[in-house]
DNA sequence: CATGAATGAGTATTCATTCAT
DNA sequence: AATGAATGAATACTCATTCAT
């Protein structure tokens, strides 16, 4: 039996609380100065048990950085299903008013994520990296080319080089949720709901006068 | 006798091995998990030479830092003056250009950078963020500003808005040259500088279309 | 589970080994110059398991200090109800030989008393010394009250001043059991118990005629 | 040339600032946590000077030692030649007043004498107090024989046990106008001129008792 | 002779991992 | 299966001593 079947089997209440303790950890600490320790003690479980269930503490990281990932797939699954007649730029609103709306429920999990992509001290990174490119790679990606198709973009414009605006602009965006530096006096950081609806509606203007088609493709 | 004069009379050969070590520690591992030890044995080093050209691990770690921003400081302040009868458009093209090279030319400065913005628990961070400010505070946002002013940049723009995108775009641009993973398959990361000539030219032009007043103000 | 917790789960022989090091080591040295490291290799157990037992150096003395102060306050007690209907230069003959005799048993401990007395540099140095302070204040004081209403002592007497000498002369003669250039050439450090016993009777025949009534007070 | 030969030729002033800094030093941290950097830094003498005056840290303490117990013995010497036609009790209560008077003017020189009694851990000790028992041996042995012969003191006393007590009494004495704790709420420590004599008063008063012949020599 | 840079063994403390119970 | 005691290599930092200048 793998290590991790031996978690699964646990009573859902634990297993719950050893995830949440551990998102929190890594969130705080990233991966190299969260201590195993300090998430027994606040677990309430053995270190050795931990051990048990996960093997290493790389093992750990793993399966929380799986089932993070996860959360958010599911999450761009979703929100691609439930804005599929939309235009292109109604679907970059909901994306971005979708992931503030992630992080505002998961506010560590993106924590994690950008702690990853910049410390690349640890052996797996490449590994980890990987798996996150699914936003670009498998979401944004098919999104443009939809868009292109559609008439909704401007049909000159390179589609790596959309998807790279598109990602840096987004990412930053909700980066600004988390990082109080990065949002550049915009106040983004824990706005309220309705200034947030504002800023998103700016941006996707500012995106649309430079991506968008000249005559709107009057869809919708 | 301070510390870190000590540290200045020492032969020109030595102070750059330790300099260039430390950065490419402190770059690969950020403040905490860096290790003196390891700079120690690195550059051949005792370590406690180390502490007394510099008192603390924080202590190298500031000046390290203040030689990075000084080195920044000075790029920037040099494209300024050397952009300063450009078009606005012209200027963010030439800060992309500048910025890619100094990034080849200093690759770790770069990464000490963003370890500093994600890696929240070391104890003089705010300290240090304020220092890199700089960027958006003190050389977008007058630049902005003047393009505003010169009729360059489209009036009805929020400022704020304006240098938030930019700043997003621009370091993530910069970032796609540290970070393989973050240029989105735009195969940014050590492209060859024609490849980047055009990269930085395509997105100059986006961003023109997108922020730019209708009428070209004419001059240049 | 806190840290000294951990400690007394352990075997009675491994629990001996470590008090009976870290006392020798106390005595020796000090708080300061006491070593963890001289500690784990003298007892044969890891360092970082002294630190799980105890959680910091500080807290491996504060119980090597208490169980010593324990002990003291323990055997003061029982001379103290032992004695309580002698009169009060045989109360001081009796403590005396209880107190050589406890130091004869536990050797290091009053070195570490006379240590913490004279070490002035370490950081919980006053908070230790006011437990130290029962020997005159809670011991003493009371002893030589008793005494002046008893009409053992003489009534002139100032109390403070009879408590100064007292603790004086049997510090000393107890130091002297310790500390072999203290006992002036009186040959008291590891003498034989009947050479200690004349050289009490002495000491005691000398204080009473210094500090007794004029007429003895009859009982016993 | 040995090593403090080349000391003695230093100018004077020199000398005497590495004197009183290391003399400060000493009392206040002791042997092993005194620090030869922080008198190097103090004196403003390069450390590798200091190595050269006194080979060791060791041979720095020696010389500061050897000039202490120097300045004590030229104290006791006067102090006996001063006293030398008076009784043996006025010569106590003298030698008490000098003992003050020497602690107010060179207040380190005793706190080192006490550091050295109870620091078992540096390795030439043992030499060290053999120095030290000047004081009884030297100074209080011939004093006491002197007042036996003179008929000043009971004849039925023992010699050695009454310099054990006297010296156990002065020494104590003294050290309260050091060590706050040790004054057993008499309030030596720092008293004024007056008060200090009104306690060695009351002090001698009741040795006089104690160890006085029933009838006064009547010299003086 | 004076200097102070260089050294390296020393300090307390942490922590992922193992393993006997 | 669960535990938590044991481990030892790692961390930042200090300091007496040496030695080339």
Do not use: W
């Amino acid at each position: 039996m793998t290590a991790t079947e031996r978690f699964q089997r646990l009573k859902p209440e634990k297993k719950e609380k050893i995830v949440a303790t551990a998102i929190d950890e890594f969130a705080r600490y990233g991966f190299r100065q969260a201590s195993v320790n300090r998430m027994a003690r606040l677990t309430g479980i053995a270190k050795g048990s931990l051990f048990q269930y996960f093997g290493t503490k790389e093992g750990l990281f793993r399966f929380i950085f799986d089932h993070a990932v996860e959360l958010i797939r599911r999450n761009l699954r979703r929100v691609k299903a439930e804005t599929a007649d939309q235009d292109f730029f109604e679907r970059i609103r909901s994306s971005l008013l979708a992931g503030v709306s992630f992080i505002r429920k998961h506010p560590h999990i993106y924590q994690i994520y950008l702690k990853m992509l910049f410390q690349e001290d640890f052996p797996f990174r490449d590994e980890f990296l990987q798996k996150i490119r699914l936003f670009s790679a498998e979401y944004l990606t098919p999104l443009v080319e939809k868009g292109m198709a559609d008439g909704d973009l401007r049909p000159d414009l390179d589609v790596h080089l959309v998807v790279f605006t598109l990602d840096a602009v987004m990412d930053r965006f909700l980066q600004a949720h988390c990082v109080p530096f990065l949002d550049g006096n915009a106040g983004l950081f824990q706005a309220p709901p309705e200034r947030v609806e504002k800023q998103v509606g700016d941006l996707v203007d500012f995106l649309r006068r430079g991506l968008g088609a000249e005559q709107p493709s009057g869809r919708r």
